[in-house]
């Protein structure tokens, strides 16, 4: 072999051995740069006679674009390389199933309340809030439970600061506050048509909200939910209670054979009072009696309150607790669930 086929045998395996392209390029230059070894060879040329020159200098350049071809193939080489590796890098598994963004959802007690709030919508009630920290006038007082009164000492409350001496606030125990508040601004809403002869619209309002008592087990929990009923009007009875009330189980529960029961109970606001209770017709729960609501006829100190005449103004309320409701509907059998923040049991409800 003779030294130009050496040289470019070099090169090619100099080439071949560059695997990113700067180092091809230094491969390069100590071939063809300016003080590279074909140059170097190149100018060994002026040496020579006129006719060696003319075949060494052919043989040289032969060797030059031999060179220069093992170069630009190296450098297609290289960059298909990069390609290569840039396209596994990039690589998308079209199989894979598709990322989905994170979506977040409403949490059943939520839904419950949405649910509850269409149900009763579609029955002409409004939905009315209250404050979470309540004075204790609205809380009891309001509500015929007075200062001394047994009842208040079931409600193991949270008082907070604020309030009046010897009544401070609190974190509400139930809804019913939200009777009195709704009550007390139709009234005044309607006072001047009422004063005049006409008689008042009807107060039909549901109110759900966040309610507070000591309490936590599986089944209570010191933060739970509830929903106030009011229908207060001129001839509104208990039949109208059994009958709102029923219709509202059913269709809650999308269960037309739905059983309730109005099992006489006491509520320092409402005279008569009754727990409700109800009864699946099939299912893992059929054939046992569960309580979800207090209900009653509103008691005449409460009408009172509210800024009517209890000898004109007649009606019904019920309180339930949307905890136990969402509990019943979903099949949870721990409280605590709800309230822990496990986006596997959250999730469920999506
Ligand atoms: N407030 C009651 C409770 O928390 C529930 C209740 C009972 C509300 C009877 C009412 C009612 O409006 O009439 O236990």
Known sequence: MNDL???????????????????LENAKARFLGKSGRLTEMM??????????????????????????????????????????????????????????????????????????????GSMGFEVAQGPEIEADWFNFTALNTPEDHPARSMHDTFYV?????????????????????HALQHVKRHKAKTDAGQSMPEIRVIAPGRTYRVDSDATHSPMFHQ??????????SFKDLKVVFTDFCRTFFESEDLVLRFRPSFFPFTEPSAEIDIQFPSGPLAGRWLEVAGSGQVHPNVVRAMGLDPERFIGFAFGMGLDRFTMLRYGVNDLRLFFDGDIRFLSQFQ
Do not use: Y
Not at 92 to 104: E, F, I, K, S
């Open 227 to 236: 929903c106030e009923g009011l229908w207060i009007g001129e001839q509104v």
């Open 43 to 120: 100018k060994g040329l002026s040496a020579l006679g006129v006719e060696d020159k003319k075949i060494r200098g052919a043989a040289i350049n032969q060797a030059k674009q031999a060179i220069e071809g093992a170069l630009g193939a190296r450098r297609m080489a290289l960059a298909d390389l990069e390609l290569q590796s840039q396209l596994k890098a990039e690589a998308l598994d079209v199989t894979l199933p598709g990322r989905r963004r994170g979506q977040g959802g409403l949490h059943p007690v939520s839904l419950t309340m949405e649910r509850i709030e269409l149900i009763f």
């Open 5 to 23: 086929d050496a040289l470019v045998d070099s090169a090619r395996s100099s080439f071949e051995a560059a695997t990113t392209p700067s180092e």
């Open 161 to 181: 600061e604020g309030g009046t001496p010897g009544a401070p606030n609190l974190l509400r125990t139930h809804t019913s506050p939200v009777q009195i508040r």
